[in-house]
C-alpha cells in the first residue's frame, strides 16, 4: 500500500504542541480576565494585562491555530496528493523552529519586547524566524503538491495554497521596520499610514488564518467524517476566488472614524457586507453536504464537532459585516462587543474545527481509537457552554456600555462619566471569568482523552499506521 | 456625476463582470463532471 | 486550467489578493502623511517624551487605551476635539488601539497636572477607587537610560540637544512617561478653541435646598473632586477649598469651564445639574470641610 511511506510522526509533533501551545493560550486568558476584575492580580514588571494579553493573543493564534493548521495539513496534503511529503527532514526543522519561535515570542512579550501591533507584536528578531518558517511549511506543501499521483486538487489544497501567499504578503509588509537595537524598532510606516497597514494586516491575519485554511480543514474532514461528498465542490471554487478576492478590501472597517480617509473606510465597509455571500456559500455548502446524513449529529461526535464550527463561522460572518457598518461601528467599537465577537470566531469556529480536526487524525495517526466518546461530548458541550457565556454576557456589556457613552442629558452634557460606565462591567467581566473557566475546563477533558488514547485506546480494526516513516 | 461615483460604478461594473465570468465558466454543463470530481476522489484515498 | 496547475492557481490567488490590497494600503500612501496632512504646530517628541512613549508601547497601555477621538458628538464632549491625520505623523507606531478599557487618551496632554499623574500612575486607585487599573509605582525605581534614548532620537531622526540627553541622567521611566501623556494631542490649540462659554444668566437652581438634600450629594464630589482636592476640601494636588469664598456663578463656571492654564480641567460634561449640585455642595461644606 502506498500509504506506508506517509510521514505521521510529523503530524503527531505538530498535535502534541498545538494542544499544549492551545492550553498556554487558554490559561493565560484565563488569567488576563481576572486581572480584569481584580488589578491586584498584576505582578509587575512582567505579569501586568498589558504585557500578558499579547501572550494569550499570539499564544492562541500562532501557537494554536498554526499549529493544528500544520499538523493537519501535513495530513491532508500528503492523503490528498496520495504521496509522503516532500521533505520529512524540512518538516522536522519546521517542528523546533515552530516551538522555538512560539517561547521566543512569549518571553520577549513578558520581558516587554513588543511592536505594540496587534497579532504582530513580536519584535523584528522574531519576525525573521517567523519568515522562514513558513517558507519551510510553505516549500514542503507545494513541493508535495506538484508532486502528488492525484491528478484532481480538492477545495481543500486550494484554501491552504491561498494562505501561504497570503499569510507570506501580508506578514512581510507590516513587519517592515527600522531597527534600534536587537530588541526595539521603530514602524517604517508613520501614524494614519502606520494605522492602515496594520488592519490590512490584522484583519487579513483573520482571512489567511483563522479562514482559509480553517475552511480547507473542515471541506476536508467533514466528507471524511460522514462519507458522503461535500455538496458542491464548483460552490466551494466559486467561493474560493470571491473570498480570497474581497477580504483584502476589508482592513479600514477596523478604522472607521478614524483620520484614515473616508473612501478607504467605504470601500471596506461595502466590501464586508459584501463578503457575506462566500461567507455563507461555504456554510450552505456545510449545511447541504449534511442532507440526508442529519442523523448523524446524533450519533457521531466529529460531526457536531463540525457542524457547530461552520454555525459558530456563520454567526460570526453575520455579525463581522453588521459591526462593518459605519452607524454601528459607531456605537459599539472599543467596547466589550469586539472582544466577544472575536472569541465567538476563536473559541467557537477555530477551535471547534481544531478539536474536530485532532479527534479526527488519533485513530489515524496512532492506530488507536478514542478513548473514551463520553468524555468527547462532555468536551463538546463545556465547549459550547463556555463559549456561550463568555460571548453573549460581553454583548451585552458591550450594548450597556455604549448606550452610557452615549447617553445625554437634555442640557447636551454627558449622562455619565467614564468611571461610571466603567465599574457597570465589573458582573459581565466576572460571567467572562466563568465562561473562560468552563471552556478551560473543557480543553482540560480533551487533552486527557487525547492522552488517554493514545496510551490505553483500543488499536484501531484496520491498522492504518506501520512503523515506517516514524521519527 | 463627479470622477470619484464613476470610477466607483465602473470598478462595481468591471468586478460584476469578471463574477458572472467565473460562475458561468465554473457551472458550464460542459463543466459539469470535471468541476465535481476532486469531491468523490477526496474519499478514496482511505 | 488552474484547477489542476498548483502554480498557476499560486499566481492567480496572489493577484486576486493583491488588487484590494493595491487599492486599499498601497494607494493610500499617495494621499496621508503628506504636505497636505501637515497641521503647523505638530512637533516630534522630545527625547523625554519618546522613551515615555516607548514605555507605554512596552508595558502595553495601547491593549486599554486608544488614542483616537472619533468625529461623534458624545466622543467629542468626553474627550475633546476628534483626532486629524496630521497629528500622527511622528507616531511609529501609531497607537490608537482598538479597545477601551480605560478612557482615550488622545486630548489627555495639558488636562491635568503633572502631580496628578504621578500620584495616578503610582497607584490609580488612591484617585479613582474602582478603577481596575494596575499600580505602576515601580516606574519610579527604573532609570534611564541616556545613550539608548540618543539611539532612538538618531533612527528616528527627531532634533535634540547634547544636553536634553544630559538631563536624563538620573531621571526614571515614571518622569518619561508623564512628559509623553502631558504632550498628547496638545499640539493643536484645539483646548482654547473648545473653551466652554456659558450662555444666558447664571441662577442657582438649588439655592432653596436644605442641608440634608445637599449632603446627599456627597458622591459626586467624592468621584470628581476629592482626588485633587481631598476628601475632606483640605487640598492636594488642587487647592484647599476650606475658607474659599467664591459666590454661587463664580464657583459654578470654575467648575464648568475650568481653568485651562491651571491644571484645572473642564466638568462642563457632567452637565448644568451636576455641576450646580457640586456648586452648593462646595459652598456649604467649604467652612468645615465635607463630612
Redesign the interface.
Known amino acids: 500500500m502506498e500509504?506506508q511511506t506517509y510521514n505521521y510522526a510529523i503530524v503527531r509533533s505538530f498535535v502534541t504542541w498545538s494542544m499544549i501551545w492551545g492550553l498556554v493560550a487558554v490559561l493565560v486568558g484565563v488569567i488576563v480576565s481576572l486581572?480584569?476584575?481584580?488589578?491586584d492580580l498584576?505582578f509587575?514588571?512582567y505579569l501586568?494585562?498589558?504585557?500578558l494579553?499579547?501572550v494569550h493573543t499570539n499564544a492562541g493564534i500562532y501557537g494554536w491555530g498554526i499549529g493544528v493548521i500544520f499538523a493537519a495539513f501535513y495530513y491532508i496534503v500528503q492523503?490528498?496528493c496520495?504521496v509522503p511529503i516532500w521533505s520529512d527532514k524540512l518538516a522536522k526543522f519546521q517542528l523546533w523552529l515552530f516551538n522555538a519561535t512560539i517561547t521566543a515570542s512569549a518571553v520577549t512579550l513578558l520581558l516587554?519586547?513588543?511592536?505594540?501591533?496587534?497579532y504582530h507584536e513580536m519584535e523584528w528578531p522574531i519576525d525573521v524566524m517567523v519568515v522562514i518558517l513558513w517558507v519551510a511549511f510553505s516549500i514542503n506543501i507545494?513541493m508535495t503538491?506538484?508532486k502528488r499521483k492525484?491528478?484532481?486538487?480538492?477545495?481543500?489544497?486550494?484554501y491552504m495554497?491561498?494562505a501561504?501567499?497570503?499569510v507570506a504578503?501580508l506578514y512581510l509588509?507590516n513587519s517592515a521596520a527600522?531597527?534600534?537595537?536587537f530588541f526595539?524598532s521603530?514602524?517604517?510606516?508613520?501614524?494614519?499610514?502606520?494605522?492602515?497597514?496594520?488592519w490590512?494586516f490584522g484583519h487579513n491575519a483573520v482571512a489567511m488564518v483563522l479562514t482559509a485554511p480553517f475552511l480547507g480543514m473542515f471541506y476536508?474532514f467533514l466528507?471524511?467524517t460522514t462519507?458522503v461528498?461535500?455538496f458542491?465542490?464548483?460552490l466551494s471554487?466559486?467561493a474560493f476566488?470571491?473570498l480570497?478576492?474581497?477580504?483584502?478590501?476589508?482592513?479600514?472597517h477596523?478604522?472607521l472614524?478614524?483620520?484614515?480617509?473616508d473612501?478607504?473606510q467605504t470601500?471596506?465597509m461595502g466590501?464586508s457586507i459584501m463578503l457575506i455571500a462566500p461567507s455563507w456559500g461555504s456554510v450552505f455548502n456545510g449545511y447541504l453536504s449534511m442532507n440526508g446524513q442529519w442523523h448523524q449529529m446524533r450519533e457521531n461526535y466529529l460531526v457536531k464537532f463540525l457542524i457547530l464550527g461552520i454555525t459558530f463561522y456563520g454567526l460570526q460572518t453575520l455579525q463581522g459585516p453588521m459591526q462593518a457598518i459605519r452607524t454601528f461601528s459607531?456605537f459599539i467599537h472599543?467596547?466589550?462587543w469586539?472582544?466577544a465577537h472575536i472569541h465567538m470566531g476563536t473559541m467557537g469556529w477555530v477551535s471547534m474545527i481544531c478539536f474536530a480536526s485532532i479527534y479526527y487524525l488519533i485513530p489515524r495517526i496512532y492506530g488507536r481509537e478514542l478513548y473514551s466518546i463520553p468524555l468527547a461530548d462532555l468536551h463538546f458541550w463545556l465547549t459550547l457552554v463556555g463559549q456561550l457565556i463568555w460571548s453573549i454576557s460581553l454583548w451585552i456589556a458591550g450594548v450597556l456600555q455604549a448606550g452610557m457613552?452615549?447617553?445625554?442629558?437634555s442640557?447636551?452634557?454627558?449622562?455619565y462619566?467614564?468611571?461610571?460606565t466603567?465599574?457597570e462591567m465589573y458582573p459581565y467581566w466576572w460571567a467572562r471569568v466563568l465562561g473562560g473557566v468552563i471552556y478551560m475546563a473543557g480543553l482540560v477533558i480533551f487533552i486527557y482523552n487525547i492522552y488517554m488514547s493514545v496510551k490505553k485506546g483500543e488499536p484501531t480494526a484496520v491498522p492504518?499506521i506501520t512503523t515506517e516513516g516514524r521519527a | 456625476m463627479d470622477l470619484a461615483s464613476i470610477v466607483y460604478l465602473g470598478m462595481t461594473f468591471g468586478l460584476l463582470v469578471i463574477f458572472v465570468m467565473i460562475v458561468v465558466r465554473t457551472y458550464s454543463k460542459k463543466r459539469k463532471d470535471e468541476g465535481e470530481i476532486a469531491k468523490y476522489r477526496m474519499l478514496d484515498d482511505d | 486550467m488552474w484547477e489542476k496547475k498548483p502554480i498557476l492557481l499560486l499566481v492567480l490567488a496572489t493577484c486576486a489578493i493583491m488588487v484590494g490590497t493595491i487599492v486599499t494600503m498601497i494607494l493610500p500612501f499617495a494621499w496621508v502623511n503628506t504636505e497636505a496632512d501637515r497641521i503647523e504646530g505638530v512637533t516630534p517628541y522630545t527625547a523625554l517624551q519618546q522613551e515615555g512613549r516607548d514605555i507605554y508601547i512596552r508595558d502595553g497601555c495601547n491593549n486599554c487605551h486608544t488614542q483616537t477621538v472619533r468625529p461623534l458628538v458624545p466622543e467629542v464632549l468626553r474627550y475633546g476635539d476628534y483626532s486629524k491625520s496630521g497629528e500622527f505623523v511622528y507616531d511609529r507606531p501609531f497607537l490608537w488601539g482598538s479597545k477601551r478599557t480605560g478612557p482615550d487618551l488622545a486630548r489627555l496632554g495639558g488636562k491635568y497636572p503633572d502631580a496628578w499623574h504621578y500620584k495616578h500612575m503610582e497607584s490609580p486607585r488612591s484617585m479613582v477607587p474602582k478603577t481596575n487599573m494596575p499600580d505602576y509605582g515601580w516606574y519610579s525605581n527604573n532609570l534611564l537610560d541616556p545613550q539608548m534614548i540618543q539611539r532612538k532620537m538618531e533612527t528616528l531622526g527627531f532634533p535634540y540637544t547634547a544636553e536634553e540627553i544630559k538631563d536624563l541622567e538620573g531621571k526614571n521611566d515614571m518622569d518619561a512617561m508623564v512628559a509623553y501623556l502631558q504632550k498628547l494631542g496638545s499640539d493643536i490649540p484645539w483646548r482654547d478653541a473648545a473653551e466652554t462659554t456659558i450662555v444666558g444668566d447664571l441662577v442657582n437652581p438649588y439655592a432653596d435646598a436644605n442641608q440634608e438634600t445637599i449632603s446627599g450629594w456627597a458622591p459626586i464630589y467624592a468621584d470628581n473632586c476629592a482626588a485633587c482636592h481631598g476628601p475632606n476640601m483640605e487640598g492636594e494636588i488642587g487647592p484647599e477649598l476650606i475658607g474659599e469664598d467664591y459666590d454661587d456663578e463664580i464657583l459654578f463656571t470654575i467648575i464648568y469651564t475650568g481653568i485651562t492654564d491651571g491644571g484645572m480641567p473642564s466638568f462642563s460634561n457632567l452637565g448644568t445639574d451636576k455641576v450646580w449640585k457640586l456648586t452648593n455642595y462646595i459652598r456649604t461644606y467649604q467652612a468645615e470641610g465635607s463630612q
Not at chain 1, 480570497?244 to 479600514?252: D, E, K, P, Q
Open positions: 500509504n486581572q480584569m476584575v481584580n488589578p498584576n509587575p514588571p501586568t494585562f498589558g504585557r494579553r499579547p492523503r490528498l496520495k516587554g519586547y513588543t511592536t505594540s501591533k496587534e507545494i503538491i506538484l492525484e491528478e484532481q486538487m480538492y477545495i481543500s489544497l486550494w495554497m491561498a501561504i501567499v497570503g504578503i509588509v527600522v531597527p534600534v537595537s526595539k521603530y514602524s517604517a510606516y508613520a501614524g494614519t499610514n502606520d494605522a492602515n497597514v496594520q490590512w476536508y466528507p471524511k462519507g461528498p461535500i458542491s465542490h464548483r471554487i466559486t476566488w470571491s480570497i478576492f474581497m477580504y483584502l478590501w476589508t482592513g479600514a477596523h478604522l472614524w478614524t483620520p484614515v480617509p473612501w478607504i470601500l471596506a466590501f459607531a472599543y467596547t466589550d469586539v472582544p457613552w452615549n447617553a445625554m442629558n442640557d447636551g452634557s454627558l449622562t462619566t467614564f468611571m461610571e466603567m465599574v492504518t
